[in-house]
C-alpha cells in the first residue's frame, strides 16, 4: 500500500507549521512578491499568454485577491502607528 498522497493545503500547512517560524514569512512574502511582480505587467501577461490552459484573466484575479487580501491581514493584525 502507497504513501497517502498530501494535497495542497496539507503540504503548505507542514510547511508553516512544522520547519522554522521563518518559512510562514517566507512563503506569504515569496507569494505577495510574485503577485507584486504579476500585476506590475498584467497586461503583457494576459497577452502572452491568451491560449494557456489557465485563464490568464483568472491568474491575474488570483494574484491581485491576494494581493487585497494580504494587504488587509498585515493592516488588522499588525496595525501601523499611523493607522491608530
Excluded at 490568464?56 to 493592516?75: F, I, M, R, S
Amino acid at each position: 500500500m502507497g504513501k497517502k498522497r498530501k494535497d495542497n493545503v496539507d503540504f503548505i500547512t507542514s510547511m508553516m507549521k512544522f520547519h522554522t517560524p521563518l518559512m510562514q514569512a517566507f512563503i506569504l512574502e515569496g507569494v505577495k512578491k510574485y503577485c507584486e511582480t504579476l500585476l506590475e505587467h498584467k497586461d503583457e501577461y494576459i497577452k502572452q499568454n491568451k491560449h494557456s490552459a489557465l485563464s490568464p484573466v483568472a491568474w491575474v484575479g488570483c494574484a491581485e485577491l491576494y494581493a487585497k487580501k494580504y494587504k488587509q491581514h498585515l493592516d488588522d493584525n499588525y496595525p501601523t502607528k499611523s493607522a491608530k
